[in-house]
């Protein structure tokens, strides 16, 4: 799976219409409904805004919209861009401006796939790793047994905070998830505390 962390643009005209790409991260469908406002205000003049999000690499969900459109010749040729580049936690927002001449279905779809392609093609894509969240608080004697678990498994250092205890917040990939649990649960008696904190991701740079 792949996400953007900057807005990626494009441009593309065809018989007098002029289709705008907008390629932007999105983590929930809060962030994806102010998104879509703040492209319809800045194109406020616009035929339509059509659109498709794929957010949560956990429990994928996606969803498109034509915006007008006949039924299935923009938000699905858009999520369906999206889902060809293994895109996640990012929204694909296609402006129209009309051009006078009608397009037909299959311009239509044309048209929507081409622009939302063009987008992904500009966007710098990363590597999205979804990983199994814990913290762990421990005493500073402790911290050779960290270090060799950092070397026996693929962990992310997601924060850490050096006071009367260190407390380490890291992420392991979740096909390394279930036996790293194992392990980290029969050291438990090493450690002051380990919580179990959910599920997350890591964007490889």
Do not use: W
């Not at 983590?27 to 805004?49: P, W």
């Not at 915006?67 to 858009?78: K, N, R, V, Y």
């Not at 987008?119 to 969240?133: D, M, N, Q």
Request: hydrophobic share 35%.
């Amino acid at each position: 799976m792949y996400t953007v962390t900057n807005t990626a643009v494009s441009d593309y005209r065809v018989k007098g219409s002029e289709f705008l790409g907008n390629l932007f991260p999105c983590k929930d469908v809060q962030k994806a409904d102010i998104l879509l406002q703040k492209v319809r205000s800045e194109h406020h003049t616009a035929t339509h805004h059509c659109y498709a999000y794929a957010l949560n690499p956990h429990d994928k969900t996606e969803f498109s919209s034509d915006d007008g459109e006949p039924g299935g010749t923009a938000g699905l040729p858009i999520q369906n861009i999206l889902r060809s580049y293994d895109l996640i936690n990012v929204m694909l927002i296609v402006v129209r401006y009309y051009g006078g001449t009608k397009l037909g279905k299959a311009g239509l779809i044309d048209a929507y796939s081409h622009t939302a392609e063009l987008t992904a093609e500009t966007a710098v894509l990363k590597k999205v790793l979804p990983v199994k969240t814990f913290k762990i608080i421990y005493d500073y004697p402790q911290q050779g047994i960290i270090d060799k678990l950092k070397n026996d498994f693929t962990l992310i250092e997601l924060d850490a905070s050096y006071f009367q205890y260190v407390e380490l917040n890291i992420g392991v990939p979740v096909s390394e998830s279930g036996i790293f649990e194992s392990k980290l649960m029969s050291l438990a008696h090493l450690f002051d505390e380990i919580e179990d904190t959910g599920k997350g991701y890591h964007i490889v740079e």
